[in-house]
T-cell receptor, first 113, second 113 residues
Framework: DGGITQSPKYLFRKEGQNVTLSCEQN?????MYWYRQDPGQGLRLIYY???????QKGDIAEGYSVSREKKESFPLTVTSAQKNPTAFYLC????????????FGPGTRLTVL | AQSVTQLDSHVSVSEGTPVLLRCNYS??????LFWYVQHPNKGLQLLLK????ATLVKGINGFEAEFKKSETSFHLTKPSAHMSDAAEYFC???????????WGAGTKLIIKP
């Protein structure tokens, strides 16, 4: 059963702590994306990766970091430098043959206390 | 540069009546366009996509959208609303130069019994 998994579904952290969100896909897609969603706003792109061992900053990369050591995995670290990290985080992937359609995971809701 | 404007932040209709969610885009060339749906605290699901084939696109759950180049619009419609259609809907345009998606701010669809 192919798809994208994100874990955990809910995450609570204290202010000043780094936290890593997991994203795994078994769709054999080359490209992967991380978005942030805040109430009343569309999705904003944090980072994306078109290929293993390569990634680019999106529109709101400050305070975040990523790695892409394997095709299947694209973890996102929310660092203490991110001023307002409480949000819903969505991971997506894209095949090279799908007219840019992206497939989404179920999301992780991060709350910083 | 591409952009997307969803003209209504909220749309409220009665069950069994037609749905119209409006979207205008700006693009310097013929774009790929998408509608995604998001149910509360869930990931995003593709409803339909336009990729320069037929201008009237049929999607899942009885939704369809018409690409009108002269009006730069891609409005989403459904003949008869169902309670399960209550969700947030996003209109999206693809930037084919870097495979990124440009997201509208979303329209929350409310279905009255």
């Amino acid at each position: 059963d192919g798809g994208i998994t994100q874990s955990p579904k809910y995450l609570f952290r204290k202010e000043g702590q780094n936290v890593t969100l997991s994203c795994e896909q078994n769709l054999n897609h080359d490209a992967m994306y991380w978005y942030r969603q805040d109430p009343g706003q569309g999705l904003r792109l944090i980072y994306y990766s078109q290929i293993v061992n390569d990634f680019q900053k999106g529109d709101i990369a400050e305070g975040y970091s990523v790695s892409r050591e394997k095709k299947e995995s694209f973890p996102l670290t929310v660092t203490s430098a991110q001023k307002n990290p409480t949000a819903f985080y969505l991971c997506a992937s894209r095949s090279g043959f799908s007219y840019n359609e992206q497939f989404f995971g179920p999301g992780t809701r991060l709350t910083v206390l | 540069a591409q952009s997307v404007t969803q003209l209504d932040s909220h749309v409220s209709v009665s069950e069994g009546t037609p749905v119209l969610l409006r979207c205008n885009y700006s693009s310097s060339y013929s774009p790929s366009l998408f509608w995604y749906v998001q149910h509360p605290n869930k990931g995003l699901q593709l409803l339909l996509k336009y990729t320069s084939a037929a201008t009237l696109v049929k999607g899942i759950n009885g939704f369809e959208a018409e690409f009108k180049k002269s009006e730069t619009s891609f409005h989403l419609t459904k003949p008869s609303a169902h309670m399960s259609d209550a969700a947030e809907y996003f209109c999206v345009v693809s930037d084919d130069s870097n495979y990124q998606l440009i997201w509208g701010a979303g329209t929350k669809l409310i279905i009255k019994p």
